[in-house]
């Protein structure tokens, strides 16, 4: 089959490589639809020794496709099916599984290979994260339920309610949806950021209340500001960018009694620090959300095929296989929020 091989920082390769046949439990699916993910994207500049533990591996992990071949003992789907599969699955034996913290699960092998024209599912990810699609939902739209989940995970998490005033800092896919879930939520929704690309979704996809350009306005502060009830601040501080510069900033937009959101993940060993009497006399919650669980999955799928979150808006482009290192560059250089990959496409 065709597949890019990960090789290294800024070194993938488009190459022929055997299919893995698949063992006990395990799922060989045929990619119709892949997209590209702010997590590939750094993992092609700088590594990433959770996700890529060994090279060459596989490369890309949203997607969505057909059964092509079970190995045995598969219950749940069977060949032919239309699937989406998520990229870990908790264990369910460890420490955090057992307190029903799956995201934090010791054992979550994540899965990497969907840039690819098959990628071979362990087990544990068939049984616990493997959906077969509705018949009107299309491999497109049916890719984003991973990315989705995670933010699914992350506003269900925040307590969002009807009527609440929810400000963003970051509008990559990431920030996107949640802007769109927040809305959803029933929440009056401001969003800051500076991609012209991204500020347009913010409006088109997200259909959100006010766009703050970061370019005409450096200081999102006071613009938060001005658009809740008394200037008090945000109800609800969102940072879905992963700058500890932003995470301070976005300490500084929360209202007394309100929560702050981190939900952007930072470089590791980066330090953040915040005034406590602010946070303590103010009563502010902090909170941050990684990954997502079996629910969250499952929830996302239903968020796609209702078709109250438009994923499909967030496409900039569809592009073969062998156009992955100019997907990445073109994310690197801030012209795209997703592509599409077609791994069958000419
Ligand atoms: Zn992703
Ligand atoms: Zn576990």
Not at 85 to 110: M, Q, V, W
Not at 213 to 231: A, G, H, S, V
Not at 277 to 305: C, E, Q, W
Not at 324 to 342: P, S, V
């Amino acid at each position: 089959m065709k597949s890019i091989q990960y090789y290294g920082p800024m070194n993938i390769k488009y190459e022929d490589v055997p299919i893995k046949p698949p063992q006990e439990g395990e799922v060989v699916v045929k990619v119709m639809s892949a997209l590209t993910c702010g997590t590939d994207v750094k993992t092609f500049r700088r590594g990433h020794p959770v996700l890529i533990k060994s090279t060459p591996s596989g490369f890309g992990h949203e997607f969505a496709g057909y059964v092509e071949k079970v190995g045995r003992n598969v219950m749940n789907v069977k060949v032919g099916d239309r699937v989406v599969a998520a990229n870990s699955a908790p264990c369910g034996k460890c420490f955090y599984c057992k307190r029903e913290e799956y995201n934090l699960c010791e054992n979550l092998d994540l899965l990497n290979g969907a840039y690819a024209q098959y990628i071979t599912v362990p087990s544990r990810i068939v049984e616990k994260n493997m959906l077969i699609l509705p018949n009107d939902l299309s491999f497109d739209k049916a890719a984003f339920c991973e990315p989705l989940a995670n933010v699914v995970h992350g506003v269900e998490r925040t307590d969002i309610k009807e009527g609440q005033t929810v400000g963003i800092i970051g509008i990559g896919p990431i920030g996107l949806m949640f802007a769109r879930l927040a809305k959803l939520k029933g929440a009056r929704v401001i969003v800051a950021g500076r991609n012209p690309i991204k500020l347009k979704a913010a409006e088109e996809f997200a259909h959100v209340d006010e766009i703050v350009d970061l370019k005409k306005y450096p200081n999102p502060e006071m613009i938060f500001k001005d658009f809740t009830e008394e200037r008090k601040g945000l109800d609800v501080a969102v940072e879905c960018v992963g700058l500890p510069e932003i995470w301070e900033r976005i300490f500084n937009c929360v209202r007394p009694g309100g929560t702050v959101h981190f939900f952007g993940g930072c470089k590791s060993g980066s330090k953040v620090s915040f005034d406590t009497t602010k946070m303590h006399y103010g009563d502010i919650k902090l909170m941050s959300v990684f990954h997502h669980t079996p629910k969250y999955f499952r929830m996302a799928l239903n968020h796609i095929a209702s078709g109250k979150v438009e994923v499909e808006k967030l496409i900039t482009d569809t592009l073969p296989l062998e156009k992955i290192e100019y997907a990445m560059q073109q994310h690197i250089d801030g012209k795209a929020i997703k592509f599409l990959i077609k791994p069958w496409m000419e």
